[in-house]
């Protein structure tokens, strides 16, 4: 995969996530921010730091980013989420816009 393919995702704890592009332009913020014209450092450098999102966090919003490519046909699948990430995913999903 081509670096100008991928994007860089950085947890609080400075944890790089390395997620091809269509995954990410699942979110609705990120696909705005790595797609906006002008000198921006996330269009320019290809990643985003969340220093609110903690990596586990993070983790589950890019598994769910290629969960919702492979089943964005409509074929109904559960998307498991741990019980004591609920809250700061449900936070995560909110301001990313998924």
Do not use: F, G, W
């Given at each position: 995969m081509r670096k100008?393919?991928?994007?860089?995702?950085i947890s609080a704890e400075g944890f790089e996530f390395v997620i091809d592009k269509k995954a990410a332009s699942v979110s609705n913020?990120?696909?705005?921010?790595?797609s906006s014209s002008g000198s921006f450092t996330e269009t320019q450098l290809g990643e985003v730091k969340f220093p609110e999102?903690?990596?586990?966090?993070?983790?589950?919003?890019?598994?769910?980013f290629y969960w919702s490519l492979q089943f964005a046909s409509g074929k109904e699948t559960e998307f498991y989420i741990e019980p004591e990430i609920t809250?700061?995913?449900?936070?995560?999903?909110?301001?990313?816009?998924?």
């Open positions: 100008e393919d991928t994007v860089k995702l913020t990120l696909r705005n921010m790595l999102i903690s990596t586990p966090v993070l983790e589950k919003v890019c598994q769910y809250l700061e995913l449900m936070m995560a999903a909110n301001y990313l816009h998924t």
